[in-house]
């Protein structure tokens, strides 16, 4: 049972790096995005034309993922905290295996 935990922790922990590195790259783009509305006449993303507001709806598309994707991330939070709060007493391997969590 306390293995379990532990390794339920541990994909936790992969999954949230997993959110977080596909929150980064939605980021850049949406700043790429909101950029080129900003900068050009006829914003041209990835080599294809848009109007500006079809360009805006991407970048509102975009910040909708990136909101999509932080509520994931907090969601893997709250079962990574309700898990550590089911572990009771920690050796010092799985301390560490919780400190790496709480850093995520």
Same mark, same amino acid.
């Given at each position: 049972?306390?293995?379990?935990?532990?390794?339920?922790? &541990?994909?936790?922990?992969?999954?949230?790096?997993?959110?977080?590195?596909?929150?980064?790259?939605?980021?850049?783009?949406?700043?790429?995005?909101?950029?080129?509305?900003?900068?050009?006449?006829?914003?041209?993303?990835?080599?294809?034309?848009?109007?500006?507001?079809?360009?805006?709806?991407?970048?509102?598309?975009?910040?909708?993922?990136?909101?999509?994707?932080?509520?994931?991330?907090?969601?893997?939070?709250?079962?990574?905290?309700?898990?550590?709060?089911?572990?009771?007493?920690?050796?010092? &391997?799985?301390?560490?295996?919780?400190?790496?969590?709480?850093?995520?």
């Amino acid at each position: 049972m306390h293995e379990d935990l532990l390794l339920a922790l &541990q994909l936790l922990m992969i999954r949230m790096r997993r959110t977080k590195r596909l929150q980064y790259f939605v980021g850049i783009i949406t700043v790429y995005v909101v950029l080129k509305i900003f900068f050009q006449a006829t914003p041209t993303l990835f080599a294809v034309s848009f109007t500006r507001t079809r360009a805006s709806l991407v970048a509102f598309l975009t910040v909708i993922i990136m909101i999509a994707l932080n509520r994931i991330r907090r969601n893997y939070r709250v079962s990574g905290q309700q898990l550590i709060s089911m572990l009771g007493p920690l050796n010092q &391997q799985e301390a560490a295996i919780v400190q790496q969590f709480k850093r995520c």
